[in-house]
């Protein structure tokens, strides 16, 4: 069974920086497209960034372009998104979760991870 756990969730100010990270199977890591979505109450989930298994490229929402980065680390098969200058619109809880390749629907997802809260105080 695929499984996909994130951590680094957490309570910061307007302007800190977060780490979250999705650690999953090596299998998983080397088929998949990791994703990051985030959302909100009331709201559609929504594609944040997301990097293919050969890491050749990457996606960021236009949302968190320039703020956020995505990366992949081969060795502990773990999916980071370094989030800076984080505004309290970026308040949600974050989900990882694998595809077959990079798609920004949640449709087009296999599996998802239990998400992380992130609150980004004013």
């Known amino acids: 069974q695929v499984q996909l756990v994130e951590s680094g969730g957490g309570l910061v100010q307007a302007g800190g920086s977060l780490r979250l990270s999705c650690a999953t199977s090596e299998r998983t890591f080397r088929n998949y497209a990791i994703h990051w979505f985030r959302q909100t109450p009331g709201k559609e989930r929504e594609i944040v960034a997301a990097?293919?298994?050969?890491?050749?490229?990457?996606y960021y929402a236009d949302s968190v372009k320039g703020r956020f980065t995505i990366s992949r680390d081969n060795a502990e098969n773990t999916v980071y998104l370094q989030m800076n200058s984080l505004k309290p619109e970026d308040t949600a809880v974050y989900y990882c979760?694998?595809?077959?390749?990079?798609?920004?629907?949640?449709?087009?997802?296999?599996?998802w991870g239990k998400g992380t809260l992130v609150t980004v105080s004013s």
């Open positions: 990097v293919p298994w050969s890491g050749a490229s990457t």
């Open positions: 979760a694998a595809g077959r390749t990079i798609q920004l629907a949640p449709a087009g997802m296999n599996y």
